[in-house]
């Protein structure tokens, strides 16, 4: 059975830093584009950031650029979001979801994910 885990969510002040894993299971991550997308109470699903298959390429969303850093690491099966200066406006459930189409090229878009987490929530607030 195909399943991704995301881990590392928390409640952490503004200004602090937390670091997400996407951990695969039932499959390996080599050949699977993967994106972070967050979700917050009462809006839509928006794309964070997303990285190619090798990791050569990647794309983040204009309110996350300078502030999150998406990586992989695709002997330990694992892709992880690295995110520094948080704002409350950051405050969601993360989820991270995995593109078997378009591996070379990752995108936003979530139509494209065809596997998805469960979630973690990531709360910033004083």
């Known amino acids: 059975q195909l399943q991704l885990v995301e881990s590392g969510g928390g409640l952490v002040q503004p200004g602090g830093s937390l670091r997400l894993s996407c951990a695969a299971s039932?499959?390996?991550?080599?050949?699977?584009?993967i994106g972070w997308f967050r979700q917050a109470p009462g809006k839509e699903r928006e794309g964070v950031s997303c990285?190619?298959?090798?990791?050569?390429?990647?794309n983040y969303a204009d309110s996350v650029k300078g502030r999150f850093t998406i990586s992989r690491d695709n002997a330990k099966n694992t892709v992880y979001l690295q995110m520094n200066s948080l704002k409350p406006e950051d405050t969601a459930v993360y989820y991270c979801?995995?593109?078997?189409?378009?591996?070379?090229?990752?995108?936003?878009?979530?139509?494209?994910?065809?596997?998805w987490g469960q979630g973690t929530q990531v709360t910033v607030s004083s």
């Open positions: 990285i190619s298959s090798s990791g050569g390429a990647t």
């Open positions: 039932g499959f390996t991550l080599d050949d699977y584009a």
């Open positions: 979801a995995a593109d078997p189409q378009n591996s070379d090229y990752p995108s936003l878009l979530l139509f494209l994910y065809d596997y």
